[in-house]
């Protein structure tokens, strides 16, 4: 069971526009959501996180959008740029609801690529 | 450099053998956890050590067995290893001060069971 989906396996998007990832979870338990970017033979790296109580988070070119009422997340990056292109993947826990970081529930991520 | 390091960075190894996979944390924290990502999936977690004791354990199979030393590094022992055992393994390290710490990604280990 697939509880945090990222339906979008890969995006194009060119330079300087938007790109847009989307991210869908079913666990009405999940109060905190991030998004992770990874490169090719690296780790995860954290890039920005929301919780629940909240529906924007912005830092600098990326904004993170929670809509709680759909199980809905997206993550934009304005302007994208090339150094931008890798696997995104989107997570989230019920860290709040236990008041300790907790795992972390990993959706299949989205690979974007920034073209010139 | 996320401060977290892993080793070995692959291994290669025959059904049926038992692998130890190595993980040290940033400095000064005390969590450690454990993932693992088959082609084309999500990192699926498998367990969390705090502080030297086990505090959640995901879907991790019973061949597979993890414990953190008191100085705090850690170890994922797979034994009896199959071919879907082959993988990325990830360990991650926290403070575990608030509910929202950041949880901090080594470069991983890539298993390949032949």
């Known amino acids: 069971d697939q509880q945090v989906k990222q339906n979008s396996p890969s995006l194009s998007v060119q330079e300087g526009r938007i790109s847009i990832l989307n991210c869908d979870y079913t666990?009405?338990?999940?109060?905190?959501f991030l998004w992770y970017k990874k490169y090719p033979a690296e780790g995860p790296t954290f890039l920005i996180s929301?919780?629940?109580?909240?529906d924007k988070n912005e830092d600098g070119r990326f904004t993170v959008f929670l809509n709680k009422s759909a199980k809905h997340l997206s993550l934009h990056i304005v302007p994208s740029q090339p150094g931008d292109s890798a696997v995104y993947f989107c997570?989230?826990?019920?860290?709040?609801?236990?008041?300790?970081?907790?795992?972390?529930?990993f959706g299949t991520g989205t690979r974007l690529q920034v073209t010139l | 450099d996320s401060g977290v390091t892993q080793t070995p960075k692959h291994l290669i190894t025959a059904t049926g053998q038992r692998v130890t996979l190595r993980c040290s944390p940033r400095?000064?924290?005390?969590?450690v956890y454990w993932y693992q990502q088959s082609l084309d999936q999500g990192l699926q977690f498998l367990i969390q050590?705090?502080?030297?004791?086990?505090?959640a354990k995901g879907n991790i199979l019973e061949r597979f067995s993890a414990q953190q030393f008191p100085d705090l590094h850690s170890e994922l022992n797979l034994s009896s290893l199959e071919l879907g055992d082959s993988a990325l393994y990830f360990c991650?390290?926290?403070?575990?001060?608030?509910?929202?710490?950041?949880?901090?990604f080594g470069p991983g280990t890539r298993l390949t069971v032949l």
């Open positions: 997570a989230a826990s019920a860290s709040l609801t236990t008041g300790t970081a907790s795992k972390l529930t």
């Open positions: 050590y705090y502080n030297g004791e086990e505090r």
């Open positions: 929301i919780s629940s109580i909240k």
């Open positions: 400095s000064g924290d005390l969590s």
């Open positions: 991650a390290s926290s403070v575990v001060v608030s509910s929202t710490d950041t949880q901090y």
């Open positions: 666990n009405s338990m999940f109060d905190y």
